[in-house]
């Protein structure tokens, strides 16, 4: 007899996809443009991975489980209209300090303006692009997916992820160019 038995099904599920829960709802908010839309699409996405849950084969939990979450923002976008624009959330995106110096930053209120000016500037970029290449972005630049990784999550060739990651990136520097440099093309 076994002295340690399996852990139930629930708990094995916990423990591989709840660190993922950031990715996933990080990918949400990007495909829905909503923090109040992705929670809910995150929620609906956990619930359909959980009953999917023993049909996943090996250990690729991550990809597999923002799969479903693309996948439930797709079907979510479908069923609603998107009218409204999402204005800045402070507490969503505000300015978190990477480099380790945030005392010394915290003192200056210009760099922390400009800083906080450059997050608008790139989050209203990446927002405005078509969702093909927001969600490949947002994959690979933010959640930091591998090509592999972004290849199973889509479904789709690996020459197609470099193709819409490379138009994705070069509308991204355009959107950002033309409004730094005040033009309106």
Do not use: C, F, K, M
């Given at each position: 007899m076994n002295a340690n038995p399996p852990a139930p099904r629930s708990e094995r599920f916990a423990a591989l996809a709840l660190p993922h829960?950031?990715?996933?709802?990080?990918?949400?908010?990007w495909l829905t443009r909503n923090d109040s839309d992705a929670q809910d699409v995150v929620q609906d996405a956990y619930l359909r991975a959980f009953r999917a849950f023993d049909g996943l084969r090996g250990d690729a939990m991550r990809?597999?489980?923002?799969?479903?979450?693309?996948?439930?923002?797709?079907?979510w976008l479908a069923q609603r209209h998107r009218g409204r624009e999402l204005s800045y959330d402070e507490d969503l995106h505000g300015d978190k300090d990477a480099d380790g110096d945030a005392a010394a930053q915290a003192l200056d209120p210009q760099v922390l303006l400009m800083r906080a000016q450059d997050k608008r500037r790139l989050d209203a970029a990446i927002d405005s692009l078509p969702l093909a290449f927001r969600e490949v972005i947002v994959l690979r630049e933010?959640?930091?997916c591998s090509y592999e990784e972004i290849v199973r999550i889509l479904g789709v060739p690996p020459g197609t992820v470099m193709s819409?990651?490379?138009?994705?990136?070069?509308?991204?520097?355009?959107?950002?160019a033309t409004e730094a440099h005040g033009s309106t093309r």
């Open positions: 829960l950031d990715a996933a709802y990080n990918l949400a908010r990809p597999w489980l923002l799969a479903i979450v693309r996948n439930a923002s797709l079907s933010l959640q930091e819409r990651l490379a138009r994705g990136r070069a509308r991204l520097l355009r959107l950002l």
